[in-house]
């Protein structure tokens, strides 16, 4: 019987969606981010939305059973009706929005650093303080050290980048997560849109 994939499937993509709800809005609310971020709370609005709309056809597929319900002004006419428009085509798009659910919080286990918090979703002012703090800890950073240089101030400028290169690796760690975390990236995952640029000078010292 098709209403039966058709129930099962929904109920699947209602509890899915539904968790995808909490998990967005949780860290909004904790973080005060929920007017400041709308792009966060309207994607979290979506997928409330669509769970209450997916857990109400499978609600209704059931309704002839639920006869503690009846009572409450819920039709069991209309649990019959809800069965009969689910053919072959619904409840085959139906399974792929559950497994495509699925496949999304198998996908959080190994993503989980790069998705706490609201961080998925930030807004504008958040890029603009990352910028910041690359300019501030980096860029002035490199050129304090190249000044350093010209005034032939070699132990400042070793300071100064040695300062500079931690600053740049505890910006990429946030950004990527810290080693040991649920981050899991395998090998070829993460490649460059261009090959890194490195002098001849700097290929002779490392060789």
Not at 33 to 46: E, K, V
Not at 62 to 84: E, K, N, V
């Amino acid at each position: 019987m098709w209403w039966v994939a058709g129930t099962v499937a929904n109920l699947v993509i209602a509890v899915a969606y539904l968790g995808i709800a909490v998990v967005i809005l949780v860290p909004l609310l904790r973080e005060r981010q929920l007017r400041s971020n709308p792009l966060g709370s309207a994607t979290a609005a979506i997928f409330l939305t669509c769970a209450v709309h997916h857990g109400g056809h499978a609600v209704k597929a059931m309704l002839p059973f639920l006869t503690a319900w009846h009572g409450l002004g819920f039709d069991a006419a209309s649990g019959i009706y809800t069965r009969l428009a689910w053919d072959p085509e619904a409840v085959t798009w139906d399974i792929l929005s559950a497994a495509v659910a699925i496949h999304y919080w198998s996908l959080r286990r190994n993503y989980a650093p790069l998705m706490r918090g609201a961080k998925l979703f930030d807004d504008l002012r958040e890029r603009q303080r990352r910028a910041l703090e690359i300019n501030d800890d980096i860029v002035q950073g490199l050129a304090e050290a190249k000044l350093a240089l010209q005034l032939d101030e070699r132990e400042q400028s070793e300071e100064a980048i040695t300062a500079t290169l931690a600053a740049a690796r505890r910006i990429i760690s946030e950004l990527l997560g810290e080693t040991g975390d649920e981050t899991r990236l395998g090998a070829g995952q993460l490649r460059r849109s261009a090959a890194a640029r490195v002098t001849d000078r700097a290929t002779a010292q490392l060789g």
